[in-house]
């Protein structure tokens, strides 16, 4: 049994162990997000399946999309939505009518660049939004941001208001060079934050490691932050075969080689999940943190 095969036959074991547990719903909503040093990492596509493993897990996702130059979630789900993040804003819409629904029922919030224009509205209709973001406690366990990628000023302030900071990168140099700037520039943002990191689009189990430990040391040498391992993707051309189809793997191909691995990492994520959230508050706590860094 060659390496992939042992690591893939850990990885059924453990999905098996996970998946017949019962998640808390005493725990509430908790808010990770998914983010990357640069584009062309996997990021979007890893969020989406991350969500649907989760969702086999039995928690509610809802997946909000954080990129407003390039918002694509939909692309991804293979959903078209008629109204984004903008209209609830405005007042046109509720929550519930903004929300749209995927594949194996995930929730989907388009975002546009309605997230971005929190900031500027008045303050009575800011309170109504707030109101209405706040019915998401009640149909979600889970929300999935899937941020921009780089560095710029939105991503960090999701970052900084998010319960738990998913980090993907993949072997190659350029690749982890950007994500160790992402995690020097969100120290100067944060403090006391812990970076989960993904090595995706891997050959073999060492390439995952070795990726880890040289983002690992030049974190604690030179930023003292502190980052665990949550996980690695293998390089799958059913990827790239499902992006084409417009459908996550997890529904295209569900017995692929990666999506076992994302739901090796969602056994993890359900395990951060129901550990003590960073912050209290859920939805509320989530977006009073986003609206102070606006």
Not at 17 to 41: D, E, H, I, M
Not at 174 to 192: E, F, P
Request: proline share 3%; net charge neutral; with cysteine.
């Amino acid at each position: 049994m060659n390496d992939q095969a042992k690591v893939l036959k850990r990885i059924a074991s453990r999905h098996k162990s996970n998946s017949t547990s019962n998640p808390n719903s005493q725990q509430g909503l908790r808010v990770f997000a998914v983010t990357s040093g640069k584009g062309g990492v996997g990021k979007t596509n890893f969020s989406v399946n991350l969500g649907l493993a989760l969702i086999d897990l039995g928690y509610r996702v809802i997946l909000l999309d954080g990129d407003l130059g390039l918002a694509n979630l939909d692309i991804a789900c293979g959903v078209t939505p008629r109204y984004t993040f903008e209209h609830l804003l405005n007042g046109e819409k509720d929550i519930e009518e903004i929300l749209i629904y995927g594949p194996k029922g995930i929730g989907i919030l388009p975002g546009g660049s309605g997230v971005q224009d929190l900031a500027n509205i008045e303050r009575d209709r800011l309170e109504e939004v707030v109101r209405n973001l706040g019915r998401l406690e009640g149909l979600a366990d889970i929300i999935i941001i899937d941020t921009g990628a780089g560095l710029g000023y939105t991503v960090l302030n999701f970052l900084r208001a998010a319960d738990d900071i998913i980090l993907i990168t993949t072997p190659e140099p350029t690749s982890l060079t950007d994500a160790y700037g992402l995690l020097k520039a969100l120290q100067k943002v944060k403090d006391n934050f812990t970076v989960n990191v993904v090595v995706n689009r891997v050959q073999k189990e060492s390439d995952a490691k070795d990726t880890y430990e040289r983002l690992e040391s030049a974190a604690k040498r030179f930023l003292n932050a502190s980052v665990n391992l949550l996980g690695w993707v293998y390089e799958d051309m059913s990827v790239g075969r499902a992006i084409m189809k417009q459908e996550p793997i997890g529904v295209s191909y569900p017995r692929s080689t990666a999506y076992q691995c994302i739901q090796w990492i969602a056994s993890s994520v359900s395990g951060l999940y129901l550990s003590p959230p960073r912050q209290a508050g859920g939805i509320r706590g989530f977006l009073t943190n986003l609206l102070r860094t606006f």
